[in-house]
């Protein structure tokens, strides 16, 4: 099954990458390479991000590390990470592939999926032919850490991330309404119809797009039987957020699911 994702919003890289810019990349990085030191004794030496947008973080991995990918199924995202990458004067491999059956000849310390982009994985098939595509790809003992939605924001028990927001760069404003109160939720497949808007303006061009697609919900309890369904990932960490202080439980800073799966 190829996967279906919001490809007409995704196809506006460039505002995009001004929307999510509030993220400390950076830290976030820290956070990776952290974790898998405590895991694996070493330091990191390279690094493969699926559904990697514009490849913030793998900008930032590639200032250190010797080999680093970015994957992403949005043709305009892809080159748009390869002019980044040849602006910073970084050496990053971006291909533009479907993440649910990706190979590569290629092996990596960590991989990562981070913004909620397994939501896109929408059955427990294409959640299970995910997981062996990213093993395959891993050395032993490698790390998978993906960032989730909190269950308590699956469950609507407490708002914990916001949905509409308002940024500017270099004289460029974007708007972005994640979800509606009118997006219809099959509560069977745990799967919403989840609408987007972008509003940019950006010198005389201004403009509006809404796209519409399918995304999946996850429990812990029920990512956690996929993961050891699939055969090749132990669960051995759980964290809050993209932070090493952050434990995942019902506090208020814990506003994410972050698994840390290393490969059997």
């Avoid at 190829?2 to 995009?16: D, G, P």
């Avoid at 810019?21 to 070493?42: L, M, N, T, W, Y």
């Avoid at 559904?51 to 010797?66: D, F, I, Q, V, Y």
């Avoid at 062996?132 to 308590?152: F, T």
Wanted: hydrophobic fraction near 40%; charge should be negative; aromatic fraction near 12%.
């Amino acid at each position: 099954m190829e996967l279906n994702f919001h490809e007409e919003f995704y196809s506006f890289a460039k505002y995009y990458d001004i929307a999510f810019d509030f993220r400390d990349v950076p830290a976030e990085c820290h956070f990776i390479e952290q974790v898998f030191q405590k895991h694996s004794g070493r330091r990191l030496n390279s690094f493969i991000e699926f559904g990697s947008g514009p490849a913030a973080h793998c900008l930032e991995m590639a200032k250190t590390l010797e080999k680093v990918t970015a994957v992403d199924l949005s043709p305009e995202m892809t080159a748009y990470a390869e002019a980044k990458a040849k602006i910073a004067g970084v050496r990053l491999n971006c291909e533009c592939a479907d993440m649910i059956r990706y190979s590569s000849r290629e092996r990596y310390d960590v991989a990562t999926l981070l913004m909620s982009s397994c939501s896109y994985l929408l059955t427990n098939e294409d959640v299970l032919q995910h997981l062996k595509s990213v093993a395959s790809v891993l050395n032993s003992g490698g790390l998978y850490i993906l960032e989730m939605d909190h269950p308590k924001s699956v469950f609507e028990i407490a708002k914990v991330t916001i949905n509409d927001w308002e940024m500017e760069k270099n004289g460029v404003k974007v708007r972005i309404q994640w979800g509606a109160d009118s997006d219809v939720f099959d509560p069977i497949t745990q799967i919403t119809n989840t609408s987007v808007k972008l509003t940019y303006e950006d010198g005389e061009k201004k403009g509006v797009l809404e796209d519409y697609a399918p995304q999946r919900c996850f429990t812990a309890t029920e990512w956690s039987a996929l993961v050891t369904a699939s055969g090749v990932f132990e669960t051995v960490e759980w964290y809050g957020s993209m932070k090493s202080d952050v434990s995942f439980n019902n506090d208020k800073p814990a506003w994410r699911m972050i698994p840390v799966l290393r490969k059997i």
